[in-house]
Each structure stands twice: as structure tokens, then as C-alpha cells.
């Protein structure tokens, strides 16, 4: 049981960090900062210039990290709330399916960065290798 709950983990944490990697990579070279930052001020989002780096930083590192299992329980949850944030200004109101505008998107990111960070990386992760460091000191 405990393989298949690491497979699990770092299955999900693959999918997860490739989705946040290329939102965070869209910001900045398809999009720019400026565009982002642009369609951000559209949304009422404060500080939108600021907003932007910090969505695109957030999404591209916070993905590779969570690909790797690095610091995932802070990760996770530093990724939650910039969703939360992303529901409360873009998604909020146009009901579940991303095709009208809805949360679904941000929902399961959210989600599945609150599971990470409750029940950690599993064995296949940095933060193990970290761990087992730790321990034979």
C-alpha cells in the first residue's frame, strides 16, 4: 500500500507541476508580464503589474517544485492561495466550467495543492532525500 500511495504522489505531483509549469511559462513568453498584467487589470486584480510577476513566479517555480518535491507543504500551499485569488477576481460568479469562465481549473489546482501539502511528497522527492539526509545525521 505504501507504493501505490508514492506512485500516487508523485503521479500527481508530475501533472500537477507540468499544468502549473506551462500557465506560469504562458505568462511570461506568450503572454508577457504585460499582457498578463493587462488582462489582470480587466479583472480588477490590484496591483496588476506586481500580480502578474508574482502569478507567473508563483505558477512556473512553484510548478518545478512541486514536480520535484521540493518544500511541497509550502509550495502547496502558496499555489491554494494564489487560486483562491484567481477565483475570488476571475472566476467567481461564472459558475464550474472553464469554458464559461468558471472555477474548475483554479478548483482542482487548488485542491490537488492542498492534498500535497497535507500529505506530503512521498518517497520518489526531494523533500525525502532531504529527509533521509536529516535522519542519518
Same mark, same amino acid.
Given at each position: 500500500m505504501a507504493t501505490f500511495k508514492d506512485i500516487s504522489l508523485l503521479i500527481a505531483r508530475v501533472l500537477l507541476g507540468i499544468i502549473l509549469i506551462a500557465h506560469g511559462w504562458q505568462k511570461f513568453s506568450e503572454w508577457a508580464l504585460l499582457g498578463t498584467a493587462e488582462a489582470f487589470a480587466g479583472?480588477?486584480?490590484p496591483a496588476p503589474t506586481f500580480s502578474s510577476a508574482i502569478a507567473a513566479i508563483v505558477e512556473l517555480f512553484g510548478g518545478v517544485l512541486i514536480?520535484? /518535491?521540493a518544500f511541497t507543504p509550502i509550495v502547496g500551499v502558496i499555489v491554494a492561495l494564489q487560486m483562491l485569488g +484567481?477565483?475570488?477576481f476571475a472566476h467567481m460568479g461564472? /459558475?464550474?466550467f472553464v469554458d464559461n469562465g468558471g472555477f474548475e481549473l483554479v478548483g482542482v489546482i487548488a485542491a +490537488?495543492?492542498?492534498a500535497l501539502a497535507g500529505a506530503g511528497a512521498g518517497r520518489f522527492s526531494v523533500d525525502q532525500l532531504i529527509d533521509a539526509r536529516r535522519a542519518t545525521r
Open positions: 479583472m480588477g486584480v514536480l520535484a /518535491g +484567481a477565483f475570488f461564472n /459558475g464550474v +490537488a495543492s492542498l
